[in-house]
């Protein structure tokens, strides 16, 4: 960079003739704010006419280097002296490039509202908003370090005009500083720094100085900010920011020690951030803060009639380099937003961020209007990308016309109204109520017609008539499996007589338990005859069948082989045989017994799937 300022010296005497010889300016107070991260420099000019014609406009001039980073140039102009001295009114400027200039100079033209004649004087405050300027040195520090930054300018006020007195006052943060350009009549008192005066420059006059100082107000620089203006002709605005926010400034390199930044966050993290302040319109409501995790409880909000305040906490404070995304959202009344101008509605809400102090380096405005608005325009104050897009949301048919805005380089002091205007028809506002009361009336009408309408099946069809035939072959199994659940209830019963005729002796019982058990088979057979009989009549029983046929073979032989039993272990007692010998008796009996009860579960089994 100081190479290019030196090779603009070497211009001076080219530029020198091409300078406007009808303007002077009589004097220049030059003010550079260099308290924070966002470079601002207010230049007071007393212009002169010595020419022989009135002037229409005023040039101004930057060194490319430095236009580069230029957010924005303001104009502003008065009359009179004192307490005469009228108010000060902006005036249009541009960037234009006169003939016979050099490509490494960026000349911005003023209008004056009306032609200055010749021997009169204006006042003319110019206001220029620079960013990344200030280059920290070094570029990486350590968690406790404070963060040094260079400045460079020149100390004469560059002009394609002779310039007759100029001074250059240099605000700083406070704290240290390394160094600074001096010249004989320049001297550092309260953290400010002056130059000058100097006096009878020529056109073009430049010289470089450098400020290496300390700068720890937060750098705070949003990469970049989505902002969603949804309207709602019911009565409301609603406004949701995405955040991409970093630290611009000098790199932390290094371990991060939560211990000592807790304990002494002035010393453990002067150059850091924690907090940031947004500025939101006073009737703002419904306010939230969040990120991709989830709710932020770490906010304050307060406010009063003028404006509302809301102070954010990142998870985790910024340091150099460090970045974090969240989102914030807030609505607003309609009616402090919302205009009529004759046949348009005007919609009037500011452009920038409401952040302090936050540099957006790429600003998206997305203004979300109601489904039917038409002939849609936009009044910005400055220049921006403008087009236009369609959203769908709930109950929307062709969707609701988004008009976007894009911007670079975006300060504070872009923070102004702007302006979209629309027409927009009062009856489509009972669009969505009328599909609502529709939708309902629809849907009531298809209960009623569901509820008075017979959906059964056709007794008299096939398919009915089949279900039917089923259904009892179902019922008809489940009485089946019943009775054989009987059965073998019985059969533990004989089974549970035998155990105590070995335990007591009595004969006589044990004969009397085979005669009930022989009398309940029968009852049992007698009511399993009529369903043996339907399933195996019944088509829709054939896959059932076999298999039921063949549980009642293995149920009756089961019966068969237990009475067998029954009679070899009474028989064994009334004889009084060895416990021996009539283990040997029976041992083959209860074997088959086991197989056929073992069949039997398995076959109930297998049913109850079918």
Request: one cysteine or more.
């Amino acid at each position: 960079m100081a190479f290019r300022f030196a090779f603009l010296l070497l211009l001076l005497c080219i530029l020198s003739s091409t300078a406007r010889s009808d303007l002077v300016i009589s004097r220049v107070d030059r003010q550079i704010d260099l308290t924070s991260h966002i470079v601002r420099a207010i230049s007071s000019l007393k212009v002169e006419n010595i020419g022989p014609d009135a002037v229409s406009e005023v040039l101004l001039a930057f060194p490319s280097v430095q236009a580069k980073n230029l957010a924005a140039v303001k104009a502003f102009s008065s009359e009179g002296r004192g307490k005469g001295k009228s108010p000060s009114v902006a005036l249009p400027i541009e960037v234009v490039q006169p003939e016979g200039t050099p490509t490494n100079l960026t000349f911005y033209s003023v209008s004056l509202l009306k032609r200055l004649e010749k021997g009169h004087t204006l006042s003319l405050d110019v206001l220029s908003v620079s960013t990344h300027s200030l280059k920290p040195f070094p570029g990486e520090i350590r968690q406790a370090e404070a963060q040094l930054v260079v400045y460079q300018d020149s100390a004469y006020y560059l002009s394609p005009y002779l310039v007759k007195i100029q001074t250059l006052a240099i605000r700083l943060p406070g704290g240290r500083v390394e160094s600074y350009t001096k010249y004989p009549n320049t001297k550092l008192a309260k953290s400010e720094i002056h130059y000058g005066p100097f006096e009878n420059l020529p056109a073009f006059s430049y010289s470089t100085i450098t400020v290496h100082f300390e700068n720890n107000h937060p750098f705070s620089v949003a990469h970049e900010l989505i902002r969603e203006i949804e309207i709602s002709h019911w009565g409301n605005v609603q406004v949701t920011e995405h955040y991409n926010i970093a630290h611009g400034g000098a790199r932390t390199k290094g371990g991060f020690s939560r211990l000592d930044y807790q304990a002494r966050p002035h010393i453990g993290g002067a150059s850091s951030f924690r907090r940031l302040i947004a500025g939101l319109p006073p009737r703002a409501h419904s306010i939230y803060y969040r990120d991709e995790i989830g709710n932020i409880s770490t906010s304050h909000l307060w406010g009063d009639s003028r404006k509302t305040q809301l102070e954010i906490e990142p998870r985790f404070p910024l340091f150099g380099g460090w970045q974090t995304t969240f989102t914030i959202g807030y609505s607003l009344p309609l009616e402090d937003f919302l205009f009529e101008l004759d046949d348009k509605r005007v919609l009037n809400i500011t452009f920038g961020s409401p952040m302090e102090e936050v540099l957006v380096e790429k600003l998206t405005i997305k203004v979300i209007l109601p489904e039917g608005s038409k002939d849609i325009s936009v009044s910005v104050p400055f220049p921006t990308k403008q087009w236009q897009e369609v959203k769908f949301s709930h109950l929307d048919t062709v969707g609701r016309p988004v008009m976007a805005l894009e911007k670079t380089n975006v300060v504070p002091e872009h923070n102004l109204y702007f302006q979209v205007y629309y027409k927009f028809n009062n009856f489509s506002l009972l669009r969505e109520p009328m599909m609502l009361i529709a939708g309902f009336l629809l849907l009531f009408a298809v209960c009623i017609i569901y509820m008075h309408t017979d959906m059964a099946i056709s007794k008299t069809s096939a398919s009915y008539l089949a279900k039917l035939q089923w259904d009892e072959v179902q019922a008809t199994v489940q009485h089946v499996q019943n009775i054989f659940d009987q059965y073998l209830a019985v059969h533990d019963k004989l089974e549970g007589s035998l155990r105590d005729l070995s335990r007591t002796g009595d004969v006589q019982a044990c004969k009397a338990a085979r005669k009930a058990a022989d009398a309940q088979f029968k009852e049992l057979a007698k009511e399993l005859k009529p369903m043996l009989v339907f399933l195996q009549s019944s088509p829709q029983a054939s896959s059932i069948w076999p298999k039921i046929e063949e549980l009642v073979a293995k149920e009756k032989e089961m019966q068969e082989k237990l009475m067998q039993k029954h009679s070899t272990v009474v028989d064994c007692f009334e004889k009084k045989l060895s416990g021996r010998e009539m283990e040997n008796r029976v041992a083959a009996q209860q074997q088959k017994l086991a197989a056929l009860r073992q069949d039997v579960d398995s076959l109930l089994e297998i049913i109850e799937e079918i």
